[in-house]
T-cell receptor
């Protein structure tokens, strides 16, 4: 079945450091890929997405490229800020039996220190 | 717009009690769903609905009931609460399940079953 695997956290970085959070997926079809972010005490919100191979999603300085050959969708940011501290979820949406079902990874907690 | 509204935000139950988590959205979304979030397990789909009068089971439906009498509302019912149902519950909606749409999440409901 479909699945999403992302690196375990927590990830602790100093402000202005480079961030990479790894995400790989398994899917039988051609999924769309997402990164969602959850700030403390809030629900998840979409950070970026990519719908086909080689697409790059970007938002708020974060980027991720849909790599079909390596089944990966790694999240990167060149210079993190304290305000980026949150839990990040990689997810896929794949059509199965006529409906799209989302599958989420376990989440990676990021803590950025001033 | 209010988006996705969940109530209550916090609830403590005793084993065997029943309760309903409410979810309402004002975006005229066809698709609504309930997830539970547990440490180390990410988000798991409980039930979902692709329109009024249509519901289906997700990954972990046991112990939960849902109904969808209107487009706006999608309540989740626990008929006889168990400690294993202690979790944070999120309602999420999307404009359509026929495309790769973004999921919009509520702020979550934290349930403790003693």
């Amino acid at each position: 079945g479909n699945s999403v695997t992302q690196m375990e956290g927590p990830v602790t970085l100093s402000e202005e450091a480079f961030l990479t959070i790894n995400c790989t997926y398994t899917a039988t079809g051609y999924p769309s890929l997402f990164w969602y972010v959850q700030y403390p005490g809030e629900g998840l919100q979409l950070l970026l997405k990519a719908t086909k191979a080689d697409d790059k999603g970007s938002n708020k300085g974060f980027e991720a490229t849909y790599r079909k050959e390596t089944t990966s969708f790694h999240l990167e940011k060149g210079s993190v800020q304290v305000s980026d501290s949150a839990v990040y979820f990689c997810a896929l949406s794949d059509k199965a039996s006529g409906t799209y079902k989302y599958i989420f990874g376990t989440g990676t907690r990021l803590k950025v220190l001033a | 717009n209010a988006g996705v509204t969940q109530t209550p935000k916090f609830q403590v139950l005793k084993t065997g009690q029943s309760m309903t988590l409410q979810c309402a959205q004002d975006m005229n979304h066809e698709y609504m769903s309930w997830y539970r979030q547990d440490p180390g397990m990410g988000l798991r789909l409980i039930h979902y609905s692709v329109g009024a009068g249509i519901t289906d089971q997700g990954e972990v439906p046991n112990g939960y009931n849902v109904s969808r009498s209107t487009t706006e509302d999608f309540p989740l019912r626990l008929l006889s609460a168990a400690p294993s149902q202690t979790s944070v519950y999120f309602c999420a909606s999307s404009y359509s399940q026929r495309n790769t749409g973004e999921l919009f999440f509520g702020e979550g409901s934290r349930l403790t079953v003693l």
